[in-house]
């Protein structure tokens, strides 16, 4: 049973215009959520963050949205890049210290 | 400053045999983790050792263990090896803050 689902295995996108890749959990315990990329043949990077008690957090081009209510949480990358081009992985943890539970990813493909 | 590192990088076994996977933190970090992705799946927690304790496990068998050593690094032992054990796995280490960071993985392929 998928805690955390990603239920778009793939998203194609123009250059320059708005990625939003999707993440919903069934686990109302969990209390941070993060996105990770990751490029084959490399390990996951960490991208960005939101703990439960926010419903909005911005880096540079990346944001990430939270609707508690949903259960559900998206990851906006704007103006998207080329070089965006990887997996992202949602995941989601209970605790400062908990382990992380992924969904299974979505591969991204920005194209120029 | 070095990130987390795997060795090694690639490896092939056949049913049966034992593996020894190593993992050296970021300077600093005393918590390590350990993750298997399978193809096509996200990273599946395996364990997560903090000051040579393990202080979580994931849904492994027993042919799974792990140990870490008083310089934080760890090690990752998976015995009788199974076709099912191919996959990357991944070593983590965090510090005080939530964020895990990874290193590149050790490629296991089982034959």
């Known amino acids: ?112 | 400053d070095a990130g987390v590192t795997q060795s090694p990088t690639h490896l092939i076994k056949t049913r049966g045999q034992h593996v020894t996977l190593r993992c050296s933190p970021i300077s600093g970090h005393k918590s390590v983790s350990w993750y298997q992705q399978v193809l096509g799946q996200g990273p599946q927690f395996i364990f997560q050792y903090y000051e040579k304790e393990e202080r979580g496990r994931g849904n492994f068998p027993d042919r799974f263990s792990a140990r870490q050593f008083p310089n934080y690094s760890s090690e990752l032992n998976v015995n009788a090896l199974l076709l099912g054990d191919s996959a990357l796995y991944l070593c983590a280490s965090n510090g005080w803050s939530e964020k895990l960071f990874f290193g590149s993985g050790t490629q296991l392929s089982v034959l």
Not at chain 1, 21 to 27: E, I, P, Q, R, S
Not at chain 1, 33 to 45: C, D
Not at chain 1, 90 to 104: E, P, V
């Open chain 1, 1 to 112: 049973d998928q805690q955390v689902k990603q239920n778009s295995p793939s998203l194609s996108v123009q250059e320059g215009r708005i990625s939003i890749l999707n993440c919903d959990y069934t686990n109302s315990m969990f209390d941070y959520f993060l996105w990770y990329k990751k490029y084959p043949a490399e390990g996951p990077t960490f991208l960005i963050s939101i703990s439960s008690i926010k419903d909005k957090n911005e880096d540079g081009r990346f944001t990430v949205f939270l609707n508690k209510s949903a259960k559900h949480l998206s990851l906006h990358i704007v103006p998207s890049q080329p070089g965006d081009s990887a997996v992202y992985f949602c995941a989601a943890r209970t605790g400062s210290q908990g382990n992380l539970i992924f969904g299974k990813g979505t591969k991204l493909s920005v194209k120029p």
